[in-house]
């Protein structure tokens, strides 16, 4: 299983920094993610970046099971 980590309000969406799912796809990952942690957390994935093993990546890249996949939400300050 590919490891999910989330990062600032996505891990506030889902309670949790880290779980892991099946899935042959970014793609797959994020939809399982989806399902696990409801409509609040699938509504922010649209402003979110997604990296794979510290590289951006698309929802088609291929993922294995020693591969993380990170989901960054933007970052505000001042």
Known sequence: MARLRLFASA???AGTGSD??????????LDQAGERYG?????LLDTCKVWCNGEPADRDQ???????????????GG
């Open 62 to 76: 291929a993922v294995v099971d020693s591969d993380e996949v990170a989901v960054l939400p933007p970052v505000s």
């Open 11 to 13: 891990r506030e969406a």
């Open 39 to 43: 409509a609040h957390f699938v509504g």
């Open 20 to 29: 892991e799912f099946p899935g042959a796809t970014v793609g797959e990952i």
